[in-house]
């Protein structure tokens, strides 16, 4: 089952190749991620039920956060491939790609998504860190995907800082595999994640002092947390609008998802506050940057990418207060801002195709112009402001909650008085570009095909019925919490 997980996207990849621009390629990648998402629903069935599953003599590994991140990013998946027929076509028939470029998109995608698949199931850190250097590369070319020369320039702003943070990964890793081996057990659990965890409070602590800045600061670059952030807005906003919400609502996650894999070991290592603190200092720095450059925002894709820096300052603080209720509200937080964000930034490459523009001043009565367009783009936009019933305002409520009763109140007043403001800022752009007045305010646009708006309204749905009620994920919440609390 876990290497059926991976092969599933992989085979896409090897079709796609061979099908090359042809639309049914395009049909088959969102059959792949849909077939994934139930294989990952299936995976969580078998791990509530038996507990963690291998293959491979240990080289793959489930346990319930990993099943829970498979569905994250099958899911996340599924819209992006859907909406991403419709998307390909209107790319070739307005010449911003050729039919190698199409061959190519559809390949990486695939690629992209099974690296990200075996990120998540690896059971070795070492192999986890290989999955996500791999996820650059392949995303690397995605970004570029035009070929202008301000998506080259994003792309290899992106290939230059996102390989500082991995190379400072690779060092932190090797830095584990040295402590590792010189347990006072006297042997060695090597990278694999259970015998880690069973040695950590064995690992030399000056040694894994070392191991969790170098690690913080590689996977927190992949994250976009600040001060390591600054690839993030040019490649989200230059990515093709599917791969744009892949990355944002997937791979920042997947990404996150390996710091909190390591501050376990760091937890049991170090005294607990250590990682805390490094977790809190990325939160509220996160916080602030994106706050303070969401208000002088001209470019409404730009906008999404560094509200995705917000959420994930978010995160991080849910990850810092360390409780069950906090971390299951941290991966719910990542769940629903993966649907918010799909949703905001698929319909944002259905904005740029039918406005001719990314600039928020350029766009005005979008709602009396796109109704069905404007209506998901604005109540996606809500949903990640965290407004209810949407997912968003759930976890934000649990995580202060938690906040509090750790402790930690005064961190949570911090961040919440930057929230505040990252909505006021999101809030007046969005209300410009959706409401404002507009010359051409009473040219309608026409209405956009049910392979467009479909993944958009399905995403849409989820998003807000997840902040309705978590029942069918409550156990696996609950499961991936306690693996994380030591």
Known sequence: MLATLILIPAAAAVLAAVGGARVWVGWVSTAAAALLTVGAAVL???????????????????????????????????????????????ELADGHTNRGGARLYGVLVNVFVATMVLAVLAESIGVMWIAIEATTIATAFLVGHRRNRASLEASWKYVMIGSVGIVLAFLGTILVAYAARHVDTGTDPGLSWPALVAAGRHLDPTVMRIAVVLLFLGYGTKVGLAPMHTWLPDAHSQAPAPVSALMSGVLLSVAFYAILRLKVLADLALDPGFARGMLVAGGLLSLGVAASLLIAQRDYKRLLAYSSIEHMGIVAIGAAIGTPLAIAAALLHMLGHGFGKSVVFLGSGELARTE??????????????????????????????????????????????????????????????????????????AQRMLLGASASAGDRVPTAGGATWGPLVVGLVAFAALGISIWPLERLLHAAAKVLVT
């Open 44 to 90: 969580a069935g078998v791990v509530l039920a038996d507990g963690p599953v291998t293959f491979g003599g240990g080289f793959l590994r489930a346990d319930a956060l990993s099943a829970f991140m498979a569905i994250l990013i099958g899911s996340i998946a599924t819209l992006a491939a859907w909406f991403g027929v419709p998307y390909l076509r209107g």
């Open 356 to 429: 001719g523009t990314t600039t928020i001043a350029h766009v005005r009565g979008l709602l009396a112009r796109n109704p069905l367009i404007g209506g998901v783009f604005g109540l996606g936009l809500l949903g990640l402001l965290g407004f209810p019933p949407f997912a968003l305002f759930a976890t934000e409520v649990t995580i202060t909650r938690a906040a509090f009763e750790a402790g930690l109140g005064w961190v949570m007043a911090v961040a919440l008085v930057l929230i505040v403001i990252a909505f006021a800022a999101v809030f007046v752009h």
